[in-house]
């Protein structure tokens, strides 16, 4: 009817509310919260009362999402909660990606390369125009904190969801926003922020400072432009590699340096605000656990934080907001020493990727408030009003290789299995399975979320989780996450952005043999890979006792057709590159069950029974090994076997040798490989040259970072294949060199180290 209003509003993962309110003269739509009894209660949006445009304030019938992948999907769905139509824009590298799909409508705006589509603020607005839209949502990243792109929004009559562009600007550079957070009676870190940018000029400040320093992009954001110094020595090629970043990234390669906090703790406090002077804060996160500057693992609250340092670092971070008159969804960052003394660093003028921890513990919707503020609506809540309770975590999977310094992963995902979503787990993802992960963009895979009563349950929760994802095709950080959350002082939260670094050893340990178990399920699996059909290898299976239990399922207790006994070969991953042979005895036992004996070339003979195992018809295995009962499934992907199981440690992968002709025609001149899809930032060698082993050789840059290539081992440099500024597909040469000792072939992958 022309006098009621319908809005359906939900936070992802939890029940729906739909709610009709009758309209007055003052427009009504109810605020949405979760169902669970103690968030933060559900109040009403209304129009301001009186003043211009209060009797036009409603909520937009179109929005246009100005980003990609699981951002662009995360504002969908709120909008789409709410009967707001939505439009995506899309690059060629994305025309057939989630986003797309999700999407009422979808425009096509540039080539892959950022700059040429997703940066292009004239195509998106062109693209509102014809389209309807009456706003456009940033999301993160690309147009997010771009005080311009919100100022031509203005000035073209569409409504920019997000901060005013004065506040953009204000809190755009770290050096001016620590002056207003200074006036503003905010706790700020000394250092130096001035104009004169010369390499002299900043080394005496950093002198002067003590070291270590922070050198910071001024314009930064999102670890980029960011290095820390530990000596004087060191201070002219960092600062060299974060202006390089900084103006890739940024476009400005103006840096500040301040004195670097030993053990601190990267703490954040979301504010909320709306155009009528309210706002609120919505608590803590800690994001502490960091690798290059990029956080990992997010958690809310902050694990042992005072109850009065709570109430002040939200506060502190509300009056932060005022001081800029911030609009919508924001974040104040601090630093936080072990007093728990805390400092501005910087303010996020855009909604966070690890926003959904804060709307698990609060049970508001984050998206959903910023498309009310955006529109005009006035803030329900005061203060008082917003609760938390419980626990949640983000964890980021990225497809990358931890082992390998984070070194990123691309290519399609040709297998993706993820944790059911839940009311207390959700996974926040913009790609699909055979979706590709492109050089363009960040390598997130997604975000998995979960809640529970306390830290220990969600914590719990987050590895039972992380246990349940299959990925192939590409490396991912899955089983590094899962070393993080089970490590000891990340349990006790004992949390610092130095933790990765402090328990290097911890996480990284190299040599990590599998067990016997674990070697007799990758066996299994490889057996079966044999057989081409299940269901053939089923119906060629050996004697078995129909009595059995086994018998129902289909190729159980199969014996293969193959010699009574049969020998293959397994190659342990063991790091940097490293392997370890396992070759493997199968004897087919009677009945269908197996004897295997592992003979390891450093820790000898082992053997393990089979007495029963099992094809079932959707390929999954399961098998009784020893006095253990095992189901798991197995994917092969070139001369890579994964295995993925339930419960701890039950997903890993083993590798099958190549064939030997693959191996065959080495040659004296080795190659250092691309390990990506890059392009040459930087050629630091010649032909002629004598290099030492990690001498570096070539600076890369991918996915807007920098990588560090360097010699596998002494040599002499032969040739090199590309100049500064070319593209280089993935395991193309890009220098070939002859081995210091006899001549030996070389292999190296990427480092980065930048």
């Known amino acids: 009817q022309p006098d009621y209003r319908a809005t359906m509003s939900t936070l992802p993962g939890a029940m729906m509310r739909l709610t009709v309110v009758r309209m007055s003269k003052r427009t009504a739509v109810l605020a949405t919260c979760t169902r669970r009894r103690y968030a933060t209660p559900a109040r009403v949006w209304q129009a301001p009362e009186g003043g211009a445009g209060a009797a036009d304030t409603r909520m937009f019938d179109k929005i246009l999402i100005a980003n990609r992948g699981e951002i662009a999907c995360r504002v969908m769905r709120s909008a789409k909660a709410l009967g707001v139509r939505t439009v995506a824009v899309y690059s060629d590298a994305d025309a057939n990606s989630l986003h797309v799909k999700m999407a009422d409508e979808a425009y096509r705006i540039g080539p892959p390369p950022s700059a040429e589509s997703y940066l292009r603020s004239d195509v998106i607005l062109e693209v509102a125009k014809r389209s309807g839209a009456q706003a456009i949502h940033p999301g993160y990243g690309f147009l997010s904190e771009n005080a311009r792109f919100a100022e031509e929004c203005a000035a073209k009559g569409v409504a920019f969801i997000g901060p005013p562009a004065s506040a ?23 250092g130096y922020h001035g104009e004169e940018q010369s390499l002299e000029r900043l080394a005496a400040e950093a002198e002067k400072i003590g070291y270590p320093v922070m050198i910071k992009a001024v314009l930064g954001g999102g670890g980029k432009g960011m290095r820390i110094v530990e000596r004087a020595e060191e201070f002219e090629a960092q600062l060299s590699s974060a202006r390089n970043e900084a103006m890739k990234s940024f476009r400005d390669d103006r840096v500040l340096v301040e004195k670097f906090i030993v053990d601190p703790r990267h703490v954040e ?18 994001c502490s656990v960091q690798r290059r500057h ?78 009310h503020a955006a529109a005009g609506f006035v803030l329900p809540w005061a203060q008082a009003d917003v609760q938390f309770a419980g626990h949640a975590f983000e964890a980021r999977i990225y497809s990358e290789n931890p082992a390998n310094n984070f070194l990123p992963g691309t290519g399609p995902l040709e297998r993706l299995v993820t944790p059911a979503p839940s009311d207390s787990v959700r996974v926040e993802t913009g790609v699909l399975e055979g979706d590709e992960v492109t050089v363009h963009y960040d390598p997130m895979i997604a975000k998995l979320v979960v809640f529970s009563r306390d830290r220990d349950a969600a914590l719990r929760k987050l590895v039972r989780c992380l246990n349940e994802y299959e990925v192939v095709g590409l490396p991912t950080n899955i089983r590094f996450l899962i070393d993080i959350a089970r490590h000891p002082a990340f349990v006790k939260g004992q949390v610092t952005t130095g933790f990765i670094e402090q328990y290097n050893d911890d996480l990284f340990r190299d040599g990590r043999r599998l067990a016997p178990a674990a070697l007799a399920q990758a066996t299994i699996a490889a057996l079966v890979e044999q057989a081409s059909d299940v269901h053939e290898v089923a119906a060629r299976a050996g004697e078995r006792d129909d009595g059995s239990p086994w018998a129902t399922l289909t190729g159980e207790g199969f014996r293969l057709n193959a010699p009574l006994r049969e020998r293959l070969t397994l190659l342990e991953p063991l790091g940097d590159g490293e392997e370890a042979a396992v070759e493997v005895a199968v004897t087919h036992c009677a009945g269908g069950g197996l004897r295997l004996d592992f003979e390891h070339a450093t820790e000898g003979a082992t053997s393990v029974e089979v007495p029963q195992w099992a094809v079932d018809e959707d390929g999954s295995i399961r098998a009784h090994i020893g006095d253990q009962f095992f189901q798991f499934s197995s994917a092969v992907r070139e001369h890579t076997l994964d295995v993925f199981g339930h419960g701890p440690n039950a997903n890993f992968r083993v590798n099958l040798p190549v064939d030997p002709w693959l191996a065959a025609g080495e040659a004296d001149v080795g190659s250092v490989l691309a390990p990506m899809p890059c392009k040459i930032e930087k050629v630091l060698v010649e032909p002629g040259t004598f290099v030492a082993k990690d001498t570096p050789l070539v600076v890369l840059e991918a996915m ?21 500024g070319e593209l280089v597909d993935q395991g193309q040469a890009l220098v070939e060199f002859r081995s210091d000792d006899d001549g030996a072939a070389a292999a190296a992958t990427g480092s980065n180290d930048a």
């Open 704 to 724: 807007k970072m920098e990588h560090v290539i360097k010699a596998p081992h002494d040599g002499v440099i032969e040739v090199v294949n590309y100049k500064r």
């Open 294 to 371: 990029q956080k990992v693992i997010e958690e809310a609250p902050a694990p042992g934080l005072r109850p009065e340092v709570r109430a002040e670092i939200g506060e502190t971070a509300a009056r932060a907001a005022r001081a800029v008159n911030y609009v919508g969804a924001g974040t104040v960052e601090f630093i936080m020493d072990a007093e728990q003394n805390f400092y501005f660093m910087e303010m996020n003028t855009r909604l966070q990727v690890e926003h959904p921890v804060t709307e698990f513990i609060t049970g508001m919707d984050l998206v959903d408030m910023q498309l």
């Open 269 to 286: 406090v979301q504010v909320f605000a709306d155009a009528h002077g309210n706002t609120v804060h919505l608590f803590e996160r800690d």
């Open 168 to 190: 953009i600007d204000a809190m755009g550079s770290k050096s001016a926003s620590k002056q207003i957070m200074s006036d503003a009676g905010v706790p700020v870190i000394g």
